[in-house]
């Protein structure tokens, strides 16, 4: 569904994104680890179209969608949920879930403000909140609401667990399967990588711009030297 | 070091009589060839250059854009012709002046020296007011100050009309004009364009560059931008001072609109066309547009006529001229058509290249006990997150220690809380027992503690060398660091080579070992490195080990090291600090904290199965 | 006490003006991080809009809405002909591109029009007064009062309740993240242009009427009174616009009213020492704008 080739992506002079290669395919949960600085985030956010990549491509079943604008993305059903949320917080919780779907048609928009209230009833209960006043968890489930009123099939998530308590990280990871079983596909950035790789059906690790490792979930997993791989210490 | 003097003073002496010589002989060419409209044109411009040389020494240095230059001309301008006009005349205009004023005939000279002293004590204390609002490139604030001192002097001045004349009568020299010959007019203008290029090499002048370019990176590297920031106002406003002195007895008279909003866009103009960050950039502008004034205005005037361009060709072309070229180049070209480019520049771009490579640094001689720095209990809130909670941690000279944690583990803002860039909520940070908790960031670099950033803050338009050099001059005044030869850095850094480019046109491996160089030359006690291989390949990564080992035993300072390169962090540091959520995790040798299982889970997490 | 009151109404009158055009400072601020310094030009062409059909004989209720389409008209063709280069640049270009704006309009005023003055002939009952309880007011400060709350009221609505006020917020809050969620970078900004002109042109029939000047720098007061006031504000918050805008006029007011009648011409100077002061004591204005929680 989606493939990422040769993706390179600079900014200023910082190359973050050298000459990497993804894919994706419809209703897989595909994991992203990898320490900060990897380049995981600037991989997301030049797919969606945030950043113009230098080389390489980004398709989206088969169409070249190399630098398109992130509405036009979203037109195509590819959304993010960015890191750290970024919800506006001066907007109430009803005003957020609107913006995200302001590329569909106004009763469109409606039928899914209606669905994604009936997911996250606690939503429903704060419509009028500013978002700025809600809670850690409360906030990720705006956050994952605000994903689904853009009507996205593949849905690309930067650390949706961080900064949140344990108890709502297992909370997140249902709603990743939840958000699956619905007929989605994830493709999820993760500083936890353990809870990730048990989740994902494939993954991939990257260091300093490129992927270093890839493989199931379960193979990852199962690599005595994870740790050593992770941070890029040989021997 | 030797060579300073001859690149710093001479050079641009020369510089200064060259480009005096070149106006002073152009005006005479085109005076020569027309009657006497061209040589008060020529007499204008050249006073528009004194003023726009002095607000380029204030805009151009400290990237600060005030509107007031102009105020302020307009108090000299008031002062010199209250004072200097003869009382015959003057009682024609302000009978009724306060003080005695009516009858105070001064010499011209005398009436502007007193009118440079007024307008550097208004200046004195709207530089006050700038610093106190936080004036720093880029701010509103100054801007709306200065602005509303520009109207301030022109309100004031149509309303006091007992001392000035107001709107309607204005004050006049009387018949015949008051400026004989263009002699003080070529004496102001050769010692202003001499001062600005001058002042340019300062240490003001360089100090106030350097925040410019970045006020955060500039007080971490030890500068307080404020006292640089007043001298460049001050002799900013001496410069425009004489200007409007000069321009009052040329027209012969004064009025408000003299030095109001017109006024400002011509001058404003001049100095961003050119380029507002030299004297020669400055003076081209005048000139450009000069010409292009003039053009317009002939080209208006019924004197002319262009079939098929009538249309344009009217009443009020100039303005246009002068709007649109101001529009034009900060849309196309903001820099100006120089940039920061001086005449000399390629003169001293062959001197410095002659330069001898200087010898690596070598230790210092121990020049006392080590230095300690001590975080303890250290608590840093933001709103209702907790960032950092209670770390407590000691770093001494001659140590590498490292400071690693997963993302969002706060890491970054402890190093931000200890170098003063985030206010602390709770603990201390002492330097061998001296207190820097809460002080401001620039005494903080001062105290010795430098520091690097996770986005690299270099000085854009300033080139390698200047990235030690002006640190150096806050290690000489401030850590008594003298003849340590900032130089040998860059070659430490193996920036030797490249010491003449500009830092924008930097890769991330050079950039990183820049700003570890410059971190260095302040002689610090310590370095706080903030992520030095982020954007580095495998290559540059393991070739940065001996860099900071290099310099850090260069300057004899301890160092604290962020990063996420495991193999960076364990072959550089004798102990590692593990941060998670804000919290101290584990501490240890490298080995130790590798196989640590609480570290381990803190990067990969835990398995699903173990929560609670 | 009477005269307080008088006062007090004045000033909201006057406040009202500067209010609309804080409010259409600061949306325009938001979104792009720039102090329009061109917004005054949208009174300036109104002005002039305002003149050409009042010497026909219009009368004001054709000529407020003449206005308020020039306004708008202007607010976005200078976006779409000068800002729209130069979005991202530094502060410095961008204040700067809008005097540059600012003298490009009025040079072409004076040049395809007049450089003088033209007089617009104010409405009857500009000079009206009416008595409530015992007290005079001015017709035209209630009236300028009343439109501009139904004004506010009605941009609220539009902030509120529209797709596209929604967005605005979206994006003057965080640009990026609203990229993100989907909203048209251009459309944003092209609509708080539009907006700043329909609020700037409701601003600028009060102040025509007032003034009764049509000029190439007509614009150029009431736009320094504007920059002021949403700066005072806080120039993120919208509230604090319009609380900048009426404390604006009432201070202005007051005064005027206290000042001695020799010195009574100092009134704007007077405002201009205060406002230094207050960019010297408190730089980012009165009113606090949230920032986006960092977790």
Request: charged share 20%.
């Amino acid at each position: 569904m989606l493939s990422v080739d040769g993706l390179t992506t600079s900014y200023g002079s910082i190359t973050a994104v050298r000459d990497v290669s993804i894919h994706v395919d419809a209703g897989e949960i595909v994991g992203l680890i990898g320490p900060n600085g990897a380049g995981k985030s600037t991989l997301l956010n030049t797919t969606v179209g945030l950043l113009r990549p230098t080389a390489g491509r980004v398709t989206v079943d088969d169409r070249d969608v190399t630098g398109s604008s992130p509405d036009a993305m979203l037109r195509l059903g590819v959304a993010l949920v960015p890191e750290r949320r970024r919800l506006f917080a001066d907007l109430t919780v009803v005003e957020n879930l609107l913006v995200a779907g302001i590329t569909a048609p106004a009763a469109e928009r409606q039928r899914r403000l209606e669905e994604v209230v009936e997911l996250f009833p606690l939503l429903g209960r704060r419509r009028t909140f500013p978002a700025g006043y809600l809670s850690g968890g409360e906030a990720q489930q705006l956050a994952i609401g605000r994903a689904l009123m853009s009507g996205a099939r593949l849905l690309l998530m930067d650390e949706p667990t961080l900064g949140l308590a344990p108890g709502l990280v297992d909370l997140v990871f249902e709603l990743i399967e939840d958000l699956r079983s619905q007929g989605r596909t994830l493709l999820v950035v993760e500083q936890n990588a353990r809870r990730l790789l048990e989740a994902a059906d494939r993954a991939y690790l990257m260091r300093t711009g490129s992927v270093v490792a890839e493989g199931t979930g379960r193979d990852l997993a199962d690599r005595h030297d994870l740790f050593e791989v992770y941070l890029g210490v040989e021997g | 070091m030797r060579r300073e003097p001859l690149e710093r003073l001479l050079v641009p002496t020369g510089e200064a009589a060259a480009l005096f010589a070149i106006l002073v002989v152009g005006g005479l060419l085109y005076t020569m060839s027309g009657g006497s409209a061209r040589d008060t044109l020529v007499s204008q411009m050249f006073i528009n250059a004194i003023v726009v040389v002095g607000m380029q020494v204030y805009i151009g240095n400290t990237g600060i854009l005030s509107f007031g230059h102009i105020g302020f001309a307009a108090i000299a301008g008031y002062a010199v012709a209250i004072a200097a006009i003869d009382p015959l005349f003057k009682r024609l205009f302000i009978p009724e002046a306060p003080f005695g004023l009516a009858t105070v005939h001064l010499d011209p000279l005398t009436a502007t020296v007193v009118a440079v002293l007024l307008v550097a004590l208004v200046a004195f204390l709207i530089g006050l007011g700038l610093v106190r609002s936080g004036a720093r490139a880029g701010a509103v604030a100054p801007t709306m100050i200065t602005l509303a001192l520009l109207f301030l002097v022109y309100e004031a001045a149509r309303n006091f009309t007992d001392l000035t004349g107001g709107d309607r009568s204005g004050l006049s020299f009387g018949p015949g004009n008051s400026l004989e010959g263009r002699g003080w007019i070529y004496v102001a203008l050769g010692l202003s364009i001499l001062a600005a290029r001058l002042f340019r090499e300062t240490r003001a002048g360089r100090l106030a560059q350097a925040a410019r370019e970045d006020d955060l990176a500039a007080r971490a590297s030890g500068i307080d931008p404020a006292p640089p920031q007043m001298i460049a106002l001050l002799l900013s406003v001496v410069l425009v001072a004489i200007g409007a002195s000069l321009r009052v007895q040329l027209l012969g008279s004064m009025t408000p609109n003299f030095f109001f909003f017109s006024y400002t866009l011509l001058t404003l103009a001049m100095l961003v066309v050119g380029g507002r960050k030299s004297v020669t950039g400055a003076l081209l502008g005048v000139v450009v547009i000069t010409a292009g004034s003039e053009a317009t205005r002939y080209l208006a005037s019924d004197a002319v006529s262009v079939p098929g361009f009538d249309w344009l060709l009217k009443e009020g072309l100039s303005d246009l001229f002068l709007g649109g070229a101001m529009l034009g180049f900060m849309i196309l070209r903001p820099d100006g058509l120089l940039g920061d480019r001086e005449l000399g520049d390629g003169l001293l771009l062959r001197l410095r290249s002659a330069q001898p490579t200087p010898e690596p640094p070598e230790a210092p001689v121990a020049s006392g006990a080590a230095s300690t720095l001590t975080v303890r209990g250290l608590s840093v809130q933001f709103g209702g997150f907790l960032a950092v909670h209670d770390v407590s941690l000691q770093v001494r000279t001659g140590e590498v220690v490292g400071l690693i944690g997963p993302n969002g583990a706060g890491k970054t803002t402890l190093l931000n809380a200890i170098t003063g860039v985030v206010p602390v909520t709770d603990g201390t940070v002492a330097l061998n027992g001296e207190d820097l908790t809460r002080r401001a960031t620039h005494r903080i670099a001062r105290a010795g503690v430098a520091r690097t950033f996770q986005n690299f803050r270099l000085f854009p338009s300033l080139p390698l060398r200047e990235h030690v050099d002006v640190p150096a001059i806050v290690a000489e005044r401030h850590r008594h660091a003298r003849g340590r030869d900032a130089r040998a850095l860059l070659v430490a850094g193996d920036l030797w080579d490249a010491r003449e480019r500009r830092a924008r046109e930097l890769d991330t491996g050079t950039a990183r070992r820049l700003e570890l160089s410059r971190a260095a030359a302040l002689s610090p006690d310590f370095l706080l490195l903030d992520e030095p291989t982020t954007g580095m390949n495998e290559a540059e990564s393991a070739a940065m080990i001996e860099h900071v080992r290099r310099i850090a035993r260069a300057v004899g300072a301890g160092v604290l090291v962020i990063d996420h390169d495991l193999h960076f962090i364990t072959n550089v540091c004798d102990r590692i600090f593990v941060l998670d959520q804000g919290r101290l995790i584990a501490d240890g040798t490298p080995e130790e904290v590798r196989a640590d299982p609480q570290v381990r889970e803190a990067y990969l997490g835990s398995a699903a199965d173990r929560s609670r | 006490m009477t005269q307080f009151v008088q006062n007090l109404v004045d000033g909201l009158g006057q406040g009202s003006i500067y209010a609309l055009l804080a409010l259409g400072l600061t949306l325009i601020f938001g979104v792009m991080h720039l102090v329009n310094f061109a917004h005054g030009e949208l009174i300036t062409v109104s002005s002039y809009a305002a003149y050409a059909l009042a010497s026909r004989g219009t009368g004001w209720g054709v000529i407020a809405i003449a206005v308020i389409v020039a306004s708008v008209l202007t607010a976005v063709a200078i976006e779409f002909l000068a800002f729209r280069w130069v979005r991202g640049a530094s502060e410095f270009t961008m204040l700067l591109t809008s005097f540059g704006v600012h003298f490009v309009v009025a040079a072409l005023f004076v040049m395809y029009v007049s450089p003088r003055p033209r007089n617009i002939p104010k409405p009857e009952w500009i000079f009206d007064t009416v008595r409530i309880g015992g007290v005079a007011f001015e017709v035209v400060d209630l009236v300028t009062i009343a439109v501009t709350l139904v004004t506010l009221v009605a941009t609220g609505r539009v902030l509120r309740r529209t797709m596209f006020g929604i967005a605005l917020r979206a994006a003057a809050e965080d640009f990026d993240a609203a990229r993100i969620m989907g909203v048209r970078s251009n459309l944003v900004i092209r609509g708080a242009f539009a907006l700043s002109g329909v609020l700037a042109g409701v601003a600028g029939v009060f102040w025509l009427m007032r003034t009764g000047t049509a000029s190439p720098t007509a614009g150029l007061t009431p736009l320094l009174f504007g920059v002021i006031a949403a700066i005072v504000g806080g120039l993120g918050s919208l509230g604090g616009a319009i609380l900048g805008g009426m404390a604006l006029g009432l201070v202005q007011v007051f005064f005027r009213s206290w000042l001695p009648p020799d010195l009574a011409g100092l009134t704007e100077g007077l405002l201009f020492v205060l406002i230094a002061l207050l960019f010297i004591v408190r730089p980012q204005g009165f009113v606090t704008v949230r920032r986006a929680e960092r977790a």
